[in-house]
């Protein structure tokens, strides 16, 4: 980086008098690079500095914080929230003397000498311009800038008309899903379609009073989005089931698996609410050159740093990060390119004068909806239910942490389960905190009723009925109905599963083919080869077998071996 001796040289003429003037170094300046190197000497052991940072505009010290926090160089699109620098030539400077009234903090900074420009790798990797302060003048002002490591600018409401606690059911719906698909195929769980085109109906999700959370189609997307970027299903034969990390998943501490679906949005570079803004089209090749996964990370830093419990108006979280980040989502700097046309007009919103109707909606968008879903944020809202502020929730700031979640304290035990026996039924009642695997269990012979910090399921015939398709016994259940009971299981529920058990059993009705031969000798034919024969089942007639559907590929196959090739009508 540049010295300070370095960085006035590189100035005009008019420009070290303007900067002399400022800091009253009575210096009388040339040409000559003496001259240079004794204004140099001058401001760094002037006693005048902390009155020149005071002289500055609030803004002006705010975008020098940023630098000085940032090491003392950055890109100068970092800074465009501050304004830009003109490049004017001597006589230019001379005529016009525009250190007299600077058009935005920036240029306040630049001719008083505080930052300079160069070109280069900035320290955020960037080749390009860059506007710095010299470490000597930097280790001159730091300690002249109040609380210059927190969010400048940011004032807090000391509340709001309504609350609205982050929701925190986008678990607790993914665990529906799980348990629906378990039962069944869900259209809208299909992995090829792409949820952000018009073509995807995420309201094909909605699983009724079983979903929790808001039935919103983006977030129903989004909860399908997010199952598929875990692995917590997969296509099988039987169609999409539960995969073996779901299991895992849910087993997990109720923090743990929170983060685990935060991190898969925050990381997720195919999930992108850039295309879901309204107003905004983009081409294709934009949607595949601008993934998000940076820009909320950028984002997320930026609100990080605001105050725990502040209530943060979203012009004021915009205006924060149109200061300090402008570049969180076009981390190149470019603003100027071809980006986002607008509906229905097809202008183009290029320019940093559009950063506010993309990059300003977008951060709105993520802080209203995505974090919001994700338990990250509250909500503050107006009497109307307009949304007005937000802060990060209490567990908004665990999640952030990248270490607290791995750290989770193990967890006592929840308190036991309740079962009652009624007439042909038994309500169990479970705590939810820490129970997603259990309950994910009991799902498998229990129908859900409603929750809330507690489950309410109910026990049935029928419920019993489809549990023993996945070949659960009954004295399974009466196992793990003991188990949450902490053993105090009820003798009336027990003795009655055991009469429901008696009514199954007795009966079966089972999915078969039917091999059938056009004679009784093709029949005697294919029953005299044993490896044949093995695949076949119960005679239905003299010319007519049962086939078991997983063995009809081998049976067609081996048919063929012998000279038979069988008609397959399946449909």
Request: hydrophobic letters at 45%; charged letters at 25%; glycine letters at 8%.
């Amino acid at each position: 980086m540049k010295d300070l001796y370095r960085c006035l040289s590189d100035h005009p003429l008019p420009l070290r008098q303007a900067i002399a003037s400022a800091w009253n170094t009575g210096t009388a300046l040339g040409k000559g690079l003496d001259d240079v190197r004794a204004l140099t000497e001058a401001i760094l052991a002037s006693d005048d500095a902390a009155r020149v940072v005071a002289s500055l505009s609030e803004e002006a010290r705010e975008a020098l914080a940023t630098l000085i926090r940032e090491g003392g160089a950055l890109p100068a699109h970092r800074l465009r929230g501050y304004g830009s620098l003109l490049r004017l030539g001597p006589a230019r400077l001379a005529r016009e003397r525009p250190w007299l009234t600077p058009a935005n903090p920036l240029e306040e900074l630049y001719y008083k000498g505080f930052v300079y420009r160069a070109y280069g790798s900035s320290t955020a990797a960037s080749f390009g311009e860059i506007v710095l302060i010299p470490d000597e003048l930097r280790a001159l002002v730091v300690g002249l800038l109040p609380a210059q490591d927190v969010a400048p600018g940011l004032a807090s409401l000391p509340s709001v008309p309504r609350e609205a606690p982050a929701d925190d059911a986008l678990c607790e719906d993914a665990l529906a899903v799980l348990v629906r698909l378990r039962r069944g195929t869900i259209s809208a769980m299909d992995p090829q379609p792409d949820p952000t085109q018009p073509g995807y109906d995420p309201a094909a999700l909605d699983l009724g009073p079983r979903l929790l959370g808001p039935r919103e189609p983006e977030r129903l997307a989004l909860l399908r989005q997010l199952l598929w970027r875990l692995r917590l299903v997969r296509q099988t034969a039987r169609g999409l089931q539960p995969s073996l990390r779901a299991r895992d998943w849910l087993r997990l501490g109720d923090l743990r698996r929170q983060r685990a679906i935060y991190v898969a949005w925050r990381d997720d570079p195919h999930w992108n609410e850039l295309f879901l803004l309204p107003g905004l089209a983009f081409g294709e090749e934009e949607r595949l050159a601008r993934p998000l996964p940076v820009a909320r990370r950028n984002l997320l830093a930026v609100l990080a740093e605001t105050p725990p419990g502040a209530w943060i108006t979203l012009e004021d979280l915009r205006t924060l990060l149109k200061r300090v980040r402008p570049d969180y989502l076009r981390t190149d700097g470019d603003f100027d390119s071809a980006f986002a046309r607008r509906v229905p007009s097809g202008e183009y919103a290029t320019g940093f004068e559009q950063w506010d109707d993309v990059e300003g909606a977008l951060a709105t968008h993520l802080v209203t909806r995505s974090l919001y879903w994700l338990g990250v944020v509250d909500l503050g809202l107006s009497l109307a239910g307009e949304v007005l502020a937000c802060r990060i929730s209490a567990r908004g700031r665990l999640l952030l942490d990248e270490h607290v979640a791995d750290a989770e304290a193990a967890r006592e035990d929840a308190p036991a389960a309740t079962v009652v026996t009624g007439d042909e039924s038994l309500d169990v009642t479970i705590p939810v905190a820490g129970t997603m695997y259990d309950r994910y269990r009991l799902e498998r012979f229990a129908e859900w009723i409603s929750q809330s910090d507690l489950a309410h399921y109910r026990v049935t015939p029928e419920s019993v009925w489809y549990s023993q398709d996945a070949d659960i016994r009954i004295e399974q259940i009466v196992n793990f109905l003991r188990r949450l009971c902490r053993g105090t299981l009820d003798p009336a529920a027990q003795m009655a599963l055991q009469a429901w058990g008696g009514r199954y059993g007795r009966a079966f009705l089972r999915r078969v083919v039917l091999l059938e031969t056009a004679d009784e000798a093709t029949m005697q034919e294919i029953l005299a080869v044993r490896g044949v024969r093995a695949l076949l089942g119960p005679a239905v007639s003299a010319r007519a077998r049962l086939v078991n559907e997983k063995q009809v590929d081998a049976l067609v196959h081996l048919l063929k071996k012998m000279g038979i090739w069988a008609h397959v009508r399946l449909g």
